[in-house]
């Protein structure tokens, strides 16, 4: 067997996560937290969001992750910052009534059951406490990621082994679709809004960006009906990559798009 998951992801992830810290100053903006509040963050990773969260609130902050290797990155970073980091699935945590804000950067789309983990932040949030979510959004979330898959799906490398790949990803298509989602879990929504955000970059920092999350997914051995080898993970990244060079304008850069949700809600 072979592949990747996030703990591979997790040794590189501090210098390819461009994308996923960008769009979280949004998230930041619209959640607007106060200087005392409490804050879980929701697949924080490797911790560079939640010390974030720590310079602007005096508040308990908590970070929880399902994978050790994140973990194990945020305690070596900032584990001298009064910050409880802990390994934990999101559909697993049993806190009540205990923070003001929910932070969740990133992670929704990787959420199996995300109606019990909004169940579970619901109960963890105080009376009036909100959520804020940002996450890749739509099917074809990236069109630019979208068109390498597609090539992978048909090459005579890949194709064979790739039809047994089961997409892990949670994704709606509307704003509409997430605001339902929330709402039939108690939830008043205060913003829901699909962003469709274009950034240029060498065809390299794409193929970075795509190895900062989406491979662990599309790499990932859980998600094959059948074994994975390094044979195959090496030809599908070669045929990714290959496709980001071709995907690039007359400047020699790939203009990238990516579908984003931002939403608020209050409980
Ligand atoms: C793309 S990273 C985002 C990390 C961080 N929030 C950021 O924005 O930089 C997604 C994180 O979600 C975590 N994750 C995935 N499924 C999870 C689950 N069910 N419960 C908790 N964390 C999960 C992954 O391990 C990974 O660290």
């Known amino acids: 067997m072979s592949g990747i998951t996030f703990s591979e992801v997790a040794k590189s992830y501090d210098k390819t996560s461009i994308v996923q810290k960008s769009a979280s100053e949004k998230l930041f903006e619209l959640l607007s937290i106060k200087p005392t509040e409490d804050v879980l963050d929701l697949g924080c990773g490797t911790g560079d969001l939640t010390v974030k969260i720590r310079k602007i ?21 900032y584990g001298k910052k009064n910050i409880t980091f802990k390994v934990k699935r999101a559909e697993e945590i049993n806190y009540k009534d205990e923070f003001d804000v929910i932070f969740c950067n990133s992670a929704f789309q990787w959420f199996k059951n995300p109606d019990i983990v909004l169940q579970k932040c619901y109960e963890a949030l105080k009376t009036k406490g909100r959520i804020g979510i940002q996450a890749p959004a739509r099917k074809v979330y990236s069109p630019n990621f979208i068109q390498a898959i597609e090539e992978v799906k048909k090459h005579p490398k890949t194709k064979d082994v790739f039809k047994f790949f089961e997409e892990p990803w949670f994704f709606l298509e509307s704003a509409e679709e997430y605001k339902e989602l929330f ?12 962003e469709e955000k274009h950034t240029k970059h060498t065809p390299e920092e794409v193929y970075n960006i ?40 007359e400047e020699g850069k790939v203009e990238l798009v990516f ?3 931002y939403l608020i809600a209050k409980k």
């Open 210 to 249: 795509f190895n900062s999350g989406a491979v662990a997914g599309y790499l990932n051995p859980k998600y094959y009906k059948i074994p994975i080898d390094e044979t195959y993970a090496k030809a599908f990244r070669e045929i990714v990559k290959e496709n980001f060079y071709n995907q690039v304008d």
């Open 183 to 194: 709402e039939r879990n108690n939830f008043e929504v205060l913003y829901a809004e699909i």
């Open 57 to 77: 609130t005096s508040g308990k902050v908590i970070g929880i992750d399902v994978e050790k290797e994140m973990i194990e990155k945020s305690l070596n970073k």
């Open 259 to 261: 579908y984003r949700v």
